[in-house]
């Protein structure tokens, strides 16, 4: 049977090469079967890389339109619930966190939102991308039917104008507030409250 060379030089061992090919296929599954288990835990106790990926859906792009001060406007947000929470997170938590504030407003209150004077001065020809749950599309759609509903706004607002009014919202909301809405939006997020000792 041939043989590599001396991997153990101190004794003057040779391996057969099957024995090296049975070596390198446990070491793959070995590795494999880590890899599992790490995907595992993230999946918060899904037992296999399918069930991680179903309990984890991809996230989405959605694109806002800033100028300079719209630009400033998401920072200072995204700072302050950075702060709250004591962590680092994603961008896309932010505008989550923003758009599910805005949709606890009151019917009435919605429109005045919209038409804020400050909104015009935060969109822009800067465009960004932002990613999060898939499921803040639902979001957005519904506070956009509930502004239509009211009759006070033409036409139908466009979804990176309802994020504006969602972050100058979410700029006037209070610590309370934030934390509140954070902690009730965290698993859609992908960021489980109560992790590493934060809410």
């Not at 079967?33 to 996230?59: D, M, T």
Request: charged share 20%; proline share 8%.
């Amino acid at each position: 049977m041939p043989v590599i060379g001396n991997p153990f030089p101190k004794t003057g061992n040779t391996l057969p090469v099957s024995s090296f090919v049975l070596l390198q296929d446990f070491a793959w599954r070995h590795r494999i079967a880590l890899c599992r288990r790490a995907l595992s835990s993230k999946g918060r106790g899904a037992s296999s890389v399918g069930e991680w990926k179903l309990a984890n859906p991809r996230s989405r792009a959605y694109k806002l339109q800033l100028s300079e001060q719209g630009i400033q406007l998401f920072l200072r947000c995204h700072g302050r619930l950075c702060g709250l929470v004591g962590d680092f997170l994603p961008y896309g938590s932010t505008l989550f966190v923003a758009a599910s504030l805005l949709r606890l407003c009151p019917a009435q209150d919605l429109p005045g939102e919209l038409l804020a004077p400050d909104i015009k001065g935060y969109g822009g020809r800067l465009v960004r991308y932002v990613g999060t749950s898939p499921t803040l599309s639902g979001v957005v759609q519904e506070i956009a039917s509930r502004i239509e509903e009211s009759g006070l706004v033409h036409p139908s607002p466009q979804t990176w104008k309802i994020f504006l009014a969602a972050l100058n919202h979410m700029e006037t909301a209070s610590d309370r507030e934030l934390l509140g809405i954070f902690c009730a939006v965290a698993r859609e997020i992908g960021r489980p409250p109560g992790r590493s000792g934060n809410p």
